[in-house]
């Protein structure tokens, strides 16, 4: 059983900053890509940054120049680096994995870690 688990949410105020971190349970080498994704309350769950197995990076738009995704291979961990937070970056974080080959359907997911952006 895979697993991803997610720390380093929590409350911040607007301007502030905050380190996601997410361990697997296997070799990200064997996720590509691996990345983030969050979900508003309300909202339906959307990607924020992923990163490929050759360090390649994509970001939506509303987090580029603020948020930065990185990797440590030896560790099998993820990492989500938020500066500049808004209000509007209030959600549950997921790290999520996708084994290549294989249809959505088999990607793996975290339990989620809350942000909380205060005004």
């Known amino acids: 059983q895979v697993q991803l688990v997610e720390s380093g949410g929590g409350l911040v105020q607007a301007g502030g900053s905050l380190r996601l971190s997410c361990a697997a349970s296997?070799?990200?080498?064997?996720?590509?890509?691996i990345g983030w994704y969050r979900q508003a309350p309300g909202k339906q769950r959307e990607l924020v940054a992923t990163?490929?197995?050759?360090?390649?990076?994509n970001y939506v738009d509303f987090v580029k120049g603020r948020f930065t995704i990185s990797r440590d291979n030896a560790k099998n961990m993820v990492y989500l680096q938020m500066n500049s937070l808004k209000p509007e970056d209030t959600a549950v974080y997921y790290c999520?994995?996708?084994?290549?080959?294989?249809?959505?359907?088999?990607?793996?997911w975290g339990q989620g870690t809350q942000v909380t952006v205060s005004s």
């Open positions: 296997i070799s990200i080498f064997r996720l590509n890509p």
């Open positions: 990163i490929a197995d050759g360090g390649r990076t």
């Open positions: 999520y994995g996708h084994p290549p080959g294989m249809p959505a359907s088999y990607d793996y």
